[in-house]
Structures are given as C-alpha cells and as structure tokens.
C-alpha cells in the first residue's frame, strides 16, 4: 500500500503528472526515480530497517508510479499490479462466495472472462446489465450485492454510464463502487468526485501510452479499502517489475500531452468518417449524434483517441483492418502510435457470440485507437483503406 506524499494534491493537473509522487534519490540526488531492481533490502539489525524489507511488500519504483496515479485520479492511495486483469483480480478478492457483483454488460473482454470462467466459479455472482440507463443497476440489485463495476465509456461500444447517478445507487445502498477509467483516463474523468469507491487502470493502455510495458493500478481514497487492498496486494503478490514501473512512471510525465493530440485526432477523424458513406455507424462520445453525447460533456473533459465504426458488411471490415498502414492491425489501445481493430475476433472473441450481437459488437465493426501522430497522415491512411477495401 502506497499512500500520496503531503505535497502530491498541491498542484494542477500537468505539473502533478510530472512530479507527484517522486522524490530526488538519497543517495546521488538523481532527479529521476531510479529502477531499484532488487528483491530485497540489507537490515542494519534484527527489526532495524528503512521501512523496506522484501521487494513484493515494497519497492520505491513502484512507491513512486503508485503515487502518482493516485494524486491524478484525487485519491489517496494507489497500488500497482502486473497487468489491469491482475488488478482486477485483486479487487474481485475484496469478496466472499455468495456475493454479487451487479457489471456493464459491455466491458473489456477480460474482465468477463476473468468474471464468468474464475470467480463465477469460486462462487461469485454477477448480472450483467446495460448501464447506459441506471435503472438497470438498480434492478439488478439483490441482498446479495455488495459491488457495482463500471466501465465508461465501453470498449468498444463507447457507452457511457452516467457516474454521479450509479454513486447515488452505490451510496444509498452501501455498495462498493468500481469504476474502470482506462479509456478515459483522470485527464479527462476522475470517477473518485462522482461517488467511486476504487478506480481500476490498464496502465498498459494511455497511463503508459507507449505499448511498451503491461500492468494495472489501482486507486482509493478509503483508508478502509486501501488496508485490505493492500493486504491482497502483499498476500497474492500480484505486483509489477520496477522496469515496468519506471517506464509508466515516464510515460505519466506527459499524459496531458498526449492525451490533448488523442483527443484532436479523435475528434478529427471521428468527424470524418462521419461523412463517409462506407461508414453505416460510428461510436464517439464527442459527436453531437452519439446517443450520450450530453452525459460526455457533463462528465468528461474531453473524448480521447478511441473511435468504432462499423462497415455493415464483415468481409468489407476484415479486408479495411487489413488494408491500412499507418494504423498498425494490432490488439491494445492507447498508445502513441495508431492502432486498428476487428473487436469480434480480437479482443472481445472470448464474449459469447449471442452477447455480442445484443450489444451491436458485429462482424463488421473496426475500432480504431488513433495516436498523436499528424490528422492529415491518419485520414490519409483511412482514406486509401476505404478504397482498397471496395465501397
Ligand atoms: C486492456 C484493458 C484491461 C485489461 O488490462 P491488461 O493490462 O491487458 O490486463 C481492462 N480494462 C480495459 C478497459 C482495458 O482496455
């Protein structure tokens, strides 16, 4: 368990994504968190130590990145993971057997498949509903639910549950709130204001941002959930290599950055391919017509890189994620490179087929994680796709 340092709520946005968290180094002064690659620390005497004793309890790499997020997102404590399903993992632990979890129906595909085919048998119970309208989770709920988990805006579907109204839900009842905030990122949503109990990160995805390294993060601000978290976290071990921690702690130096061009570029191209005939139907919380289009300028601060379209036709999409160059035919997201995506046989193959269809995942759907390379270059790309995949 990593708790914030006094001084890391001190600033804005920017300058904490740059420095909250990190201290210079003790020993030369190194004004950059050094990688302590090391499992354990020498003990002056029996009990006589720095506060560090064995690298899966402690290490001042992984003290640093947990920091940092945790100042981004407003909580106070923060704890990285080997990857975001591991994160995920040791959230679903904070259960007991005959416990339910009332979940998105559209959430990233591990995190079903960690739900239904692990924990679903070690006896949790889970319903999974469309949060696009609060009176689902409300429905959904039974004396049985101790948690709420909610992914905004959906991979890949990019439907948005308005948070203020499921924390009214989650506080008025006691439930435990848990809000996936990987797409958005806290430069553009910070759940924690709107009721959240836990924040859960794929740091692999935009907190990283350069598909460099795998792992996952979470954030509370409850010194209650932050003990027992940090006790799963130490108890099954699921923890990062300080290489990885050293590597999202510099790429959150320039997450505002990044996530400024995302969000240009997105809006961009979605607006592009909104005139494209090819295209029957386009998913972006930024563009007037996407259904929620109000609830995203209500809660968020921008829309960020990541677009879904879909082709109508499965062969035209197969042969379009195919055609591009720029736009690498890659699975993940949130990178500083443009990615391209065929969600029904990727990263959502482990939905059952009968699902996907009820929430509009088709075979002709493409979901594009654009970069912050030049707009002009990624039309461009898009462009020649559409013409060498026939209209
Ligand atoms: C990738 C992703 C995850 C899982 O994270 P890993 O780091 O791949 O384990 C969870 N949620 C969302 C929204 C994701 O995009």
Redesign the pocket.
């Given at each position: 368990m990593t708790r914030i340092l006094p001084h890391d709520h001190d600033h804005r946005f920017a300058t904490r994504s740059v420095h909250a968290g990190q201290v210079p180094e003790p020993l030369s002064g190194a004004v950059m968190t050094p990688i302590y690659q090391t499992s354990t620390y020498v003990q002056a005497g029996l009990g006589r130590h720095k506060g560090y004793e064995y690298a899966r309890t402690q290490n001042p790499t992984r003290e640093a990145l947990e920091r940092n997020v945790a100042s981004l997102e407003g909580g106070t404590h923060g704890f990285a993971f080997g990857?975001?399903?591991?994160?995920?993992d040791a959230v679903l632990k904070l259960l007991r057997g005959g416990d339910h979890v009332v979940c998105g129906e559209n959430?990233?595909g591990?995190?079903h498949r960690l739900m239904n085919q692990i924990y679903a048998g070690l006896g949790l119970q889970f319903t999974f509903v469309d949060m696009r309208d609060v009176a689902n989770v409300e429905r959904a709920v039974t004396a049985a639910t101790r948690m709420v988990y909610c992914?905004t805006p959906t991979?890949p579907m990019m439907n948005l549950a308005d948070l203020a109204a499921v924390g009214d839900v989650t506080q008025a009842r006691g439930l435990l709130f848990v809000v996936?905030n990987?797409?958005a990122t806290p430069f553009f949503q910070r759940p924690l204001e709107s009721a959240a109990d836990v924040i859960?990160h794929?740091?692999?995805?935009y907190l990283n941002g350069h598909s460099d390294m795998?792992?996952?993060l979470l954030v509370t601000s409850r010194d209650d959930l932050a003990e027992r978290l940090g006790f799963i976290q130490n108890a099954a071990g699921g923890v990062p290599g300080p290489m990885d921690c050293w590597l999202a702690l510099r790429g959150l130096k320039t997450l505002p950055l990044r996530m400024r061009q995302h969000d240009a570029n997105g809006r961009r191209i979605a607006e592009w391919l909104a005139g494209r005939s090819e295209v029957t139907k386009i998913y972006y919380p930024g563009l007037p017509s996407h259904p929620q289009h109000e609830l995203a300028c209500r809660q968020m601060s921008g829309f960020g890189g990541m677009i879904s379209l879909d082709l109508g036709d499965a062969a035209r999409a197969r042969r379009f994620v195919e055609s591009t160059r720029i736009f690498a035919l890659a699975e993940?997201?949130?990178g500083v490179e443009s990615l391209i995506g065929h969600p029904a046989s990727m990263t959502h193959a482990s939905v059952p087929p009968a699902m996907r269809e009820e929430m509009g995942l088709t075979d002709s759907l493409v979901r594009l994680s654009c970069g912050v390379e030049d707009t002009e270059d990624l039309i461009g790309d898009l462009d020649r796709a559409f013409v060498a995949s026939g209209r």
């Open positions: 990857s975001g399903l591991a994160a995920l959430v990233y591990g995190t992914e991979n996936d990987t797409f859960l794929s740091t692999t995805k795998v792992g996952g993940s997201l949130g």
